[in-house]
């Protein structure tokens, strides 16, 4: 009884806005299924099943309510290797293992960490595979007939070599396509029944007209298959699984990358919010299933996710409706494909690549700083002329050395004798001759690890020579510390009693005493008072006060 008014319910409230925000989604998600198909190396009727399934999947499962999941023009790249490096049978176990990794990346909520990863590296990696998108497109949109190439150096030598061939009638249907997207969608704005007609359909309505009637002679997909894909086993042999496991591992970060950009981007378009890992999950699922239909892998799609939303969605009914009209397109409108030109194609996805660019990030990053500026110019140079699991792989790895030398430059320590003598610690110390005289105060600020010792050793020892009795170390500031961080500060209280003085450490942090807790030998330093810990240093300063007859 309950699920038929939920029923009921939805279909009064819902039904007709997902079914118009499902309608035009899938008008615009179809030429991109097939051109980001071709762009890939495989066959137009791939991208079709796989806009299929894993817009059905993921909007079923997921953990975002708008997200709509298919081919991307960031999974071409890694696609276009992986077939030309292990076939079509290496990619389908490539995205079956992918989606076992994404799986786990959600079991293991993982979803956040994505977050962690620098603007630099997101953006060098973006703007990288809109480069190779967009010169791996030149061919199409010069009517050339070119077998879609690894290396961008080698698609650049093709096309020189080419140069006495060019199709002026390609080049004029994909400058005449660029228009159309770029000026058409102002001018519908402005018509009150034409404003949510997508401007890709009239360009591909077009592009088809003038091919079929005019007979024009340029490079076309070629009629797709009206059937449903077969089920096909993948083979799990052990030397290929091996062989294609680092791309399915950079298959399933970039697609995870991209669903849960997508997702924060829809959060911020409709005030909602999204489980990152069930989305995870949700492209996981996508992903393992599709290669036993033959599918490509995936990912959500910001574009056709914001016009999803633009056009009303309210539930994920609205990326289920989108699937079973692209599947019924797939299944009715197979043999229109035959006269889609490749430099209608070429137009789209130069377009799409073009805005992957994205130069306004490019200034911001360049003016910022000059070590987000090497490192997004590194992962770009990286992306475009390296192999893409290679430029990964080195993205992720120059995250990390980032991290680490922002967290290194964090940490400082201040001697108190640099503060005002008239507040705080320093009126209590400076109105007592003895604290005065014996006792010295340092504050440090920020993470206590390896990557900081540096800065430990160099502050400490600029001040080792004017250090007093007594010194003071006050841990307010400093959020956790390591294995490194541990061990440098046994040694210097080690080396202080050498020199006749004393270690009061102040102010711990909740997680940085629980490390100094369970290490034996910190423990043997407290038992045996070698150094004491004070919940404040005024208690220190009291309990120094009160030890020397004050």
Not at 24 to 29: N, P, R
Not at 423 to 433: S, Y
Request: charged letters at 15%; a positive charge.
């Amino acid at each position: 009884m309950q699920t038929t008014k939920t029923i009921t319910r939805y279909f009064k409230e819902s039904f007709s806005s997902d079914l118009k925000a499902g309608f035009i989604t899938a008008i615009v998600a179809l030429p991109l299924a097939i051109a980001f198909a071709m762009a890939s190396g495989v066959e137009p009727v791939l991208g079709l099943y796989t806009a299929v399934i894993a817009g059905m999947l993921a909007s079923s499962v997921g953990g975002s309510r708008y997200s709509i999941t298919g081919p991307t023009g960031a999974m071409t790249v890694i696609i276009l290797s992986t077939v030309h490096s292990f076939g079509l049978e290496g990619l389908l176990l490539a995205g079956f293992l992918a989606g076992i990794f994404q799986i786990l990346f959600g079991l293991l909520r993982l979803g956040k960490v994505v977050k962690y990863i620098p603007l630099p590296v997101i953006s060098g990696f973006t703007s990288g595979i809109g480069a190779i998108i967009l010169i791996g497109q030149i061919p199409n949109a010069l009517g050339m007939v070119i077998p879609a190439r690894e290396r961008v150096w080698e698609t650049a030598y093709e096309i020189y070599t080419r140069l006495d061939i060019i199709d002026m009638t390609a080049v004029l249907v994909c400058i005449g396509t660029i228009l159309l997207l770029i000026r058409l969608p102002g001018l519908l704005s402005k018509l009150r029944y034409l404003s949510s007609l997508p401007a890709s359909i009239i360009a591909l309505f077009l592009a088809v007209v003038l091919t079929y009637n005019l007979n024009l002679e340029v490079p076309l997909v070629g009629t797709i298959p009206t059937e449903l894909p077969s089920i096909n086993m993948i083979a799990l042999n052990v030397d290929l699984v091996m062989a294609v496991l680092p791309a399915a591992l950079t298959i399933a970060l970039l697609g995870a990358i991209e669903a849960l950009l997508c997702a924060v981007v829809c959060d911020g378009m409709t005030n909602t919010r999204h489980d990152s890992n069930r989305e995870l999950l949700g492209q996981g699922i996508a992903n393992i299933i599709l290669p036993f239909f033959s599918g490509i892998p995936c990912t959500a799609a910001i574009a056709r996710s914001a016009v999803n939303i633009r056009e009303g969605a309210k539930t994920q009914m609205s990326g289920i409706i989108h699937a079973l009209i692209l599947l019924a397109v797939l299944l009715f409108l197979g043999p229109i494909a035959a006269f889609i030109p490749k430099a209608y194609l070429a137009g789209v996805l130069i377009l799409v690549s073009v805005r992957m660019i994205n130069l306004t990030e490019f200034k911001t990053i360049m003016n910022i700083s000059k070590m987000d500026t090497a490192v997004l110019l590194a992962t770009f140079l990286l992306t475009v002329f390296t192999d893409l699991v290679f430029a990964v792989q080195m993205g992720m790895f120059l995250s990390i050395i980032l991290l680490f030398i922002r967290m290194t430059n964090i940490i400082d320590i201040h001697s108190m004798e640099n503060y005002d003598r008239t507040k705080g610690i320093n009126a209590t110390i400076f109105a007592d001759p003895y604290l005065e005289k014996n006792v010295s105060v340092y504050t440090i600020n920020g993470p206590f690890f390896f990557g900081a010792m540096n800065v430990f050793e160099s502050k400490i020892n600029e001040h080792i020579s004017i250090s007093k009795p007594h010194i003071i170390l006050r841990m307010r500031y400093v959020p956790f510390i390591d294995t490194t961080g541990l061990e440098r500060l046994r040694s210097f209280i080690h080396s202080s009693r050498k020199m006749k003085q004393k270690v009061y450490i102040t102010s711990v942090q909740p997680k940085v005493m629980s490390k100094l807790d369970i290490d034996k030998e910190f423990r043997k330093l407290i038992k045996n008072k070698e150094v004491l810990i004070f919940d404040s240093t005024q208690e220190a300063l009291t309990y120094l006060k009160k030890e020397n007859g004050d």
